[in-house]
């Protein structure tokens, strides 16, 4: 299998341990790194593990309910 293949929202929220939602949620509201190709989001895992470790996807924002 290859390892920089772009991850569907399926696979990025089953890879995060999140619902759909919140992915689409985070795009949104905290930058994640997603691609849109058409009308489908696509993900570099490499970035969004980037992304997660410098915070950004932390849940204990004011106003936060999580999701985990």
């Known amino acids: 299998m290859m390892e920089d293949r772009w991850l569907s929202v399926d696979e990025i929220s089953a890879y995060l341990g ?7 949620k985070w795009i949104s509201e ?8 058409g009308r489908l ?3 570099n ?6 992304w ?13 309910k999580g999701d985990r």
């Open 41 to 43: 989001w696509k993900f």
């Open 52 to 64: 997660v470790k410098s915070n950004k996807a932390d849940n204990n924002e004011p106003g936060s």
């Open 18 to 24: 999140i619902k759909r939602d919140t992915v689409y």
């Open 30 to 37: 905290r930058q994640m790194p997603g691609h849109k190709i």
């Open 45 to 50: 895992k490499k970035e969004v593990d980037e």
